[in-house]
């Protein structure tokens, strides 16, 4: 069935290091790939979406990355600081599907002082 | 700015018991979306209503039932609860109408003991 999944589980990264957290998704139907943080005890939070004519998209630190062609999605966050440590999910987002979210297992992200 | 209200942020409950959790979405938002989240995984959509009409249906126990309000407030109904409901239960909302962010409330943890 439709999955989107992530690598990694979990990722320490060093602070002032870049971190590149990986997806891969089998829905090629998908319109956008959503990118959400999520802190301990809160709800997971937007950081950035890309839709699936698009193979790049920048943000503030945060750069998605988009290839159709292995249905691969990758999050870099630039210069990872302390207030980055957080589990993040991909997400694939279909319009005919209501927008609803099909979420992939998240990567928490330790960020070393 | 406002954001999505949930309640109760923490429920217990004795298995068999019901359940009721409440949502107030974004002011003007049209479309409300359920989550559960089991410990360690990624959030699994229920349900969802747009304009007070339920829209879409995912992994949501014939046990459990939502509801949209007039006021565009929501509520998830859960019935003859058993331990693997324990979980965290996010609602969303969001504008579906050419937006892709959905925007998460801080959830309603439910312990079933």
């Known amino acids: 069935g439709e999955s989107v999944g992530l690598h990694l589980p979990t990722l320490s990264v060093q602070e002032g290091d870049n971190s590149i957290i990986n997806c891969a998704y089998s829905?090629?139907?998908?319109?956008?790939f959503i990118w959400y943080k999520q802190e301990s005890g809160k709800g997971p939070q937007f950081i950035i979406d890309?839709?699936?004519?698009?193979d790049k998209r920048q943000g503030q630190r945060v750069t998605v990355l988009l290839n159709k062609t292995v249905k691969h999605l990758s999050l870099q966050i630039a210069a990872t600081q302390p207030g980055d440590s957080a589990v993040y999910f991909c997400?694939?987002?279909?319009?005919?599907?209501?927008?609803?979210?099909?979420f992939g297992g998240g990567t928490r992200v330790l960020v070393k002082p | 700015a406002a954001g999505v209200i949930q309640s109760p942020r923490h429920l217990i409950k004795e298995k068999r018991e019901t359940a009721t959790l409440k949502c107030y979405p974004i002011?003007?938002?049209?479309?409300v979306y359920w989550y559960q989240q089991g410990p360690g995984q990624d959030p699994q959509f229920l349900i969802s209503?747009?304009?007070?009409?339920?829209?879409d249906k995912g992994s949501i126990p014939d046990r459990f039932s939502a509801q949209q309000f007039s006021d565009y407030h929501s509520e998830l109904n859960m019935s003859s609860l058993e331990l693997g409901d324990s979980a965290l239960y996010f609602c969303?909302?969001?504008?579906?109408?050419?937006?892709?962010?959905?925007?998460f409330g801080q959830g309603t943890r439910l312990t079933v003991v």
């Open positions: 969303a909302s969001s504008l579906v109408r050419g937006e892709t962010e959905a925007f």
């Open positions: 829905n090629s139907a998908s319109d956008y």
């Open positions: 890309i839709r699936s004519n698009m």
């Open positions: 997400a694939e987002n279909r319009e005919a599907a209501g927008n609803k979210l099909t």
């Open positions: 002011p003007r938002h049209d479309t």
């Open positions: 209503f747009y304009e007070k009409m339920q829209s």
